[in-house]
T-cell receptor, first 110, second 120 residues
C-alpha cells in the first residue's frame, strides 16, 4: 500500500472548518483513501473513504485531487470533541491490513 | 453499523502471567482480523493478521510464540500474551471488516476499543 504524509499537528478554532491535508503521491489506481481518527485511549474510529470522487457523510467531507496524489479531510464545524489524532491511509481492499503513519494531531480550541 | 468488541478493556497482572484478549465481530463475519499494539505517544503498529481456520501471519520482529493468536470462528479472534513481562505493557487493539462474496471489499475496517495491559 502507498505511503502517506501528514502534518504532525494542527490547531483549529471551535466552530470553524478543520482542513486536514494528506499526501499520497505513490497511490495506485486501485487504492482507496481512508480516514480514521483516534481519541485518546480509544480505538481508531472510521470517518470516511473514497477512490477518486469527493465524498461526504454525516461526519466529514473528503476532497481528492484529480491526480489522486493528495486529499483533504474537512470537518465543517469543528467542536472540542473533534480533538484527536487523524490518520490518512491508502489500501486496496478490506483484506489488506491497514498500516498507520504518525497522523495529524488536531487540537480544537475554544 | 459494524461493531467490533474487545475484552477486557484493561488488565493488570504480575510478571510471568499469561493474558488472553478477545476480539469479536458483533454483527458480521470476518475471516480476517488484525491485531495492533500501541505504545504511549506512538502510532498503531500492526502485529499480526489473524486468519480463521489457519495460522496467523506475524509482522517482522513479533514473536509468534510470545503472542499466540487463535481465530477459532468467523466472529472471534483471541490474542494471548504468554509469560508477560513489563515490556509487554501496551495498548492492544484489534480490527475487522465485513467481507463479501469474492473476498474483495472496500468497506472500512472497524476497530475495537482496545485493551490496556499493565504488567507489574
Amino acid at each position: 500500500d502507498a505511503k502517506t504524509t501528514q502534518p504532525t499537528s494542527m490547531d483549529c478554532a471551535e466552530g470553524r472548518a478543520a482542513n486536514l491535508p494528506c499526501n499520497h503521491s505513490t497511490i495506485s489506481g486501485n487504492e482507496y483513501v481512508y480516514w480514521y481518527r483516534q481519541i485518546h485511549s480509544q480505538g481508531p474510529q472510521y470517518i470516511i473513504h473514497g477512490l477518486k470522487n469527493n465524498e461526504t457523510n454525516e461526519m466529514a467531507s473528503l476532497i481528492i485531487t484529480e491526480d489522486r496524489k493528495s486529499s483533504t479531510l474537512i470537518l465543517p464545524h469543528a467542536t472540542l470533541r473533534d480533538t484527536a489524532v487523524y490518520y490518512c491511509i491508502v489500501r486496496v481492499s478490506n483484506n489488506n491490513d491497514m498500516r498507520f503513519g504518525a497522523g495529524t494531531r488536531l487540537t480544537v480550541k475554544p | 453499523g459494524a461493531v467490533v468488541s474487545q475484552h477486557p478493556s484493561w488488565v493488570i497482572c504480575k510478571s510471568g502471567t499469561s493474558v488472553k484478549i478477545e476480539c469479536r465481530s458483533l454483527d458480521f463475519q470476518a475471516t480476517t482480523m488484525f491485531w495492533y499494539r500501541q505504545f504511549p505517544k506512538q502510532s498503531l503498529m500492526l502485529m499480526a493478521t489473524s486468519n480463521e481456520g489457519s495460522k496467523a501471519t506475524y509482522e517482522q520482529g513479533v514473536e509468534k510464540d510470545k503472542f499466540l493468536i487463535n481465530h477459532a470462528s468467523l466472529t472471534l479472534s483471541t490474542l494471548t500474551v504468554t509469560s508477560a513481562h513489563p515490556e509487554d505493557s501496551s495498548f492492544y487493539i484489534c480490527s475487522a471488516g465485513a467481507e463479501f462474496a469474492g473476498g474483495v471489499s472496500r468497506q472500512p475496517q472497524h476497530f475495537g476499543d482496545g485493551t490496556r495491559l499493565s504488567i507489574l
